[in-house]
């Protein structure tokens, strides 16, 4: 006979459940720690370039505005240094060259220097005697009106005493102490101290004093030469000008006498819309 084999078939073991069956042409579903970590890092760039571009236009448009302004350390809102000191300076405008007879300058369009000779024009002259030379110097506006004056003076009269005091950030405390006690010495009161700090100006010079224009009104610097200082006149004695290098001559009884001391200033039609030119104008005088 022929023998079969009749080994018995496993038996399932207990507790294991049987495999289900796989459908034909079905895929096990996988997911990759990888494809999680690749779709995090994709939202994670979108995000920072989102947060990039929302920099960029702020910025953008801080700068449209003319973002002049910066923070400081407690989170207030302080002018930038720079942007400060420019706002006090001359912007270049354009200019025709003047040349006088006495003087050269650079004049922007429309406006007019007037040169005065012997005696004509004069501030401070004496009735008798004669004059030859500069005696008066006028700057006239577009609008024609004469805006400052630079006049010839023979001999100044006053105590020197100020009867106010002016006060910039750059002013020296011992100038105001000097001020203040010589006033104090003449007429025993002691004179009001005015604070100009934070006022707009626009700084100049005239032919090697510095001078700020402020409201409609002129302030000079008799601070030492190479000081940082701004020490404003606060008395006609402080204001002359005597080194120039302008001159006239003056005869009187058969006697003759070179004189250098000038007197400038502001006219009552000065307003401060003129300051820029008008600075402009002096700092680039200079003498023939």
Do not use: H
Not at 95 to 112: E, Q, R, S
Not at 132 to 146: C, E, F, R
């Amino acid at each position: 006979m022929e023998e079969k084999n009749t080994t018995p078939a496993e038996e399932p073991k207990k507790n294991e459940m049987p495999e289900k069956p796989i459908k034909a042409g079905t895929k096990t579903p996988k997911f990759s720690m990888f494809m999680i970590i690749g779709a995090l890092l994709v939202i994670f760039l979108c995000i920072v370039g989102l947060l990039i571009m929302y920099y960029f236009y702020q910025k953008d448009q801080n700068d449209a505005v003319g973002g002049d302004t910066q923070q400081s350390e407690d989170g207030d809102e302080e002018e930038n240094p720079e942007e400060a000191d420019n706002d006090n300076q001359i912007e270049e405008v354009e200019t025709v060259p003047y040349m006088g007879t006495y003087v050269t300058a650079d004049l922007p369009d429309g406006w007019i220097i007037t040169e005065y000779e012997d005696g004509n024009g004069d501030y401070g002259l004496l009735s008798d005697g004669t004059y030859d030379g500069l005696t008066a110097l006028t700057v006239t506006n577009p609008d024609g009106d004469v805006v400052f004056k630079i006049e010839a003076v023979n001999g100044i009269g006053g105590t020197g005493e100020c009867s106010q005091v002016y006060q910039f950030p750059e002013t020296e405390a011992s100038y105001i102490q000097e001020q203040e006690d010589l006033a104090f010495g003449l007429n025993g009161v002691v004179p009001p101290t005015v604070d100009l700090s934070g006022q707009n100006y626009i700084e100049f010079e005239l032919f090697g004093m510095e001078g700020r224009f402020l409201g409609n009104g002129v302030y000079w610097n008799v601070a030492a030469v190479g000081s940082n200082a701004f020490n404003p006149a606060c008395n006609i004695l402080q204001v002359a000008l005597d080194e120039s290098g302008l001159s006239f001559t003056y005869t009187a009884s058969g006697q003759s006498s070179v004189v250098e001391t000038y007197m400038p200033g502001v006219t009552s039609d000065f307003e401060y819309f003129d300051a820029e030119e008008l600075g402009a104008i002096l700092s680039s005088l200079n003498v023939i």
